[in-house]
Every structure is written in C-alpha cells, then in structure tokens.
C-alpha cells in the first residue's frame, strides 16, 4: 500500500486551521496583554499557560472520547466541525473588546476579554486531538512518519500564511508609530483560513470509507504492524515499552518547553531588545516555518531510512545549537540581519526533525483503537511544558532579564537529547517494510 499524498494534504487541512490560529495567538494575545492591559511578564505568561492547562484535560479527554464516536461522517469530524465554528465565532470578538479596553479601560472589559479567552481555548480544545489523530485513522502505520510529515507541512503552510498577513499589514511603517494597534483584520483573516480549510476537508474526505480501507488493510497484513503495545487496545504496554513511552513524553515535555518559550516570547524580545514591531519579528518566525516547509518531506524519507530516533536526536542538537546562536546574535546585533534568518531557517529544519517523528513513536507504541487516547497523552505532555514555560521564562525576562530567553530555550532543548537516548521502542523498521518504500502515487 502506498501513501495518497492527495488525500493526505486534504487530511492535512484540520492542522492548517490549528496552526494558522495557535501562531497568532502566541503573537498578538502576549502583545495585547502587555500592551493594551498592561500586565507584566509573569503575569502575561500565566495568562498565556491558560490554554495549556485546559489542554492537559481536554485534549485526552475528547481525544479518548472521539475513539468512542460513531457517527455517520466519521469519528473525528463532528470535533472538528463544532469546534471550529465555535472557535471562529469567540475569536473574532477578542479584537473588540481589546479595542474597547484601549478606549475606556474598565474591569468589565477586562473581565470579559478573560472570560472570552477561556471560552475561546475549551472550543479549541474540544477538536485539536481528534483533528490530529485523523491521519492516523487513515494510514497505515508503516507509513506514519511520512504522513505525519505532509500533515505537518500543512501545519506549516496555516502558520505562514498568517505570518504573512501579520507582515503585511502590521510592519514598523503601518504599525510602529501607533500607541495602540487594531487587529480585526488579522483575527478576520485568520478565522476565514480556518473555515475555508475545514470546510474543503468535510468535503472532500469520507472519513469512515477511509477508517475502514485501513483496517482491513491492517487486518490483511498483520506483518507489517509495528505496534510493540501488543494485545488489544485495553491491554497494558509491556515494562520496556512502557518506560520507553516515559522517557520519550519527557523528551517532549523538554523540547517544547525550550521550543515555546521563544515563540511565546520573541514577538516581546524584538520589540524590547531591537525596536522593532509584531512585522520584524513575524518576518523572522516566517524564515523559521519556511525552513520547516521545505524540510518535512525530505525529513520524511530520511526517517524512514536512518529512523525516527536517529532523526529526532540530529534535530535536538541543531535546535540547541540555534537557540544558543540566537543569544550571541541579538547580543551582538542592534537590527535583525541575514544571519538571523539563516538561523531561524536551520530551526524550522531542526524542529520539522523532531516534529515529524515524535507523535509516530507515542502512536507506534498503540493498537489501532487507542489512536485517539495516545495523541491525548502526546498533547498532555506538550501542553504540560507549555504550561510551565511561559511563566518561569516570563519569570526570567521580568526579574533577570531579556538576554536569558535563548539561554533558558538551549539549555531545556539539550535536557531533551539526554532523555531521548534512552527510548527503545517506537522507531520505524525499515527492514519490516520492504514494498512500502515507494512513497510516489499517482493522484
């Protein structure tokens, strides 16, 4: 069986919407939080754990819960309708209240931009682990990581997408002078990417035909299985691939801590540091996803040669040696620069590396009815980084200093290649799956 890349893009369009909001949320609510309510650092960064503490409940729970669904358009897709149409109302009222704070500040204001955004993160919550779990119901497992890697590229595709719009309609010359900016239009962009993407996705793919083409092909073909679960999906992970499972969680815990202290926090290191508005520093976030962009698919056929380990473990060490160029370069630079891209580009290659395998190992370690339950425990893990991350990072550029952020990302980043030597299972098997790697097919 091969890949269909076409319906794989498609599948891919869930995680287009997801990225596209979750990268202008981590620009803009720090920016609006410390700039139109005027919280501190800490304080911002507690706020912006808010969305992953709520995912450390939600995200297993509606993933466990859509393995249990049955419903005429498939198990994922009722999640991913209703949460993004729940979600593309609430966002755009964001935007008004903070536009009405900046005008008359009041508590009432304030209080209802904090309920907003509570409301805001349940609706997303509600879909993102059935959305991502979508691939895995429809490829077969020897072909994951390369699936993983398209559904990726699409989640890349959502990002840049609104960092272009953000560089465009928000750059030092159109926003840099006002004392307070407007985002309607962005939050109005944003929110038409993701109705326009789950909506060609309802569309065009019929989840249950392709759930059940996948089964029996599995069912066919038990050789090709890589499980290393073993049983039935209530069965109990052996010792050793239990401890594997541990040791990889912590290795991602420790990557996305390092990861998401610099997206939360560089739109603010920018402007503290160099001067420069939400433009500059999108430009060089974009240079990142770009570099992931043209890395997923390449990152793809290497895993499926070298490993998944081996990959991940390659990417750890150039994302640490990135964050650790990021420090001497704004240390020494007054203005972002070449060089700056060019590193931000080698850390879209080093996290497309990581991203690319990680949730094929967790999942590779599950039957086929537990997809749903295992892409909530990767999404627990990840979120719980996400929660500690930018509070004590904040923590650090309020008390310490801004010159800590890309110290605090390299040091968490190379915890992360510690762990990772020791997981032993969820690797792909090259030598099972000979007749599988012609990754080609005709659309």
């Known amino acids: 069986m091969k890949l269909n890349k076409k319906t794989t893009v498609l599948v891919g369009l869930a995680f287009l919407s997801i990225s596209a909001f979750w990268q202008m949320y981590d620009n803009v609510i720090p920016l609006m939080l410390k700039g139109t309510f005027h919280l501190d650092e800490a304080l911002t960064g507690a706020v912006m754990a808010a969305d992953n503490i709520l995912a450390l409940f939600l995200l297993p729970f509606f993933g466990a819960l859509s393995d249990r669904t049955s419903t005429k358009i498939g198990r994922r897709m009722p999640f991913i309708l209703g949460g993004t149409a729940a979600a593309v109302v609430l966002m755009n009222l964001l935007p008004l209240l903070d536009n009405r704070y900046a005008a008359a500040p009041s508590p009432a204001a304030r209080a209802a931009f904090v309920v907003l955004l509570g409301l805001l993160l349940i609706a997303m919550g509600t879909y993102r682990s059935p959305a991502v779990a979508l691939m895995p119901d429809v490829t077969v497992k020897p072909l994951r990581s390369k699936g993983n890697a398209i559904i990726n ?48 996705l309802f569309l065009t793919v019929r989840e249950p035909a392709l759930a059940a083409q996948t089964a029996r092909y599995e069912a066919a073909h038990p050789e090709e299985d ?141 039957r086929g009815s537990d997809v749903g339950k295992f892409t909530g425990t990767y999404y627990t893990f990840s979120m719980a980084a996400q929660v500690v991350t930018p509070v004590l990072s904040g923590w650090l550029l309020s008390r310490v200093g801004y010159f800590t952020l890309f110290p605090y990302a390299a040091l968490f980043s190379a915890a992360s290649f510690v762990t990772m030597l020791f997981v032993r299972h969820g690797d792909s098997k090259t030598e099972r799956r000979r007749g599988l790697e012609a990754f080609d097919v005709d659309d």
């Open 153 to 200: 590229l699409m989640g890349a595709v959502g990002g840049v997408l609104y960092l272009a719009a953000a560089s465009l309609l928000y750059s030092d010359a159109r926003a840099g002078h006002l004392a307070h900016v407007d985002y309607r239009l962005l939050f109005a962009i944003v929110s038409a990417i993701m109705v326009l993407s789950v909506l060609i």
């Open 226 to 366: 890589l499980s290393e679960g073993g049983g039935s999906g209530a069965a109990a992970l052996p010792p050793p691939v239990r401890r594997s499972l541990i040791f990889l969680l912590l290795s991602i815990s420790l990557w996305y801590i390092a990861y998401n202290a610099v997206t939360t926090w560089f739109t603010t290191y920018v402007q503290e540091l160099m001067g420069r508005a939400l433009g500059g520093a999108s430009t060089c976030l974009m240079v990142a996803t770009a570099g992931a962009i043209v890395s997923y698919i390449p990152i793809g056929e290497i895993s499926s040669r070298v490993g998944r380990k081996r990959t991940i473990l390659g990417g750890v060490v150039l994302l640490s040696l990135c964050f650790a160029a990021g420090y001497v370069l704004t240390a020494l630079c007054d203005e972002i620069n070449g060089v700056m891209y060019l590193v931000f580009a080698l850390v879209g290659l080093a996290w497309a590396a990581i991203n690319v395998n990680s949730l094929p190992m967790v999942v590779e370690m599950c």
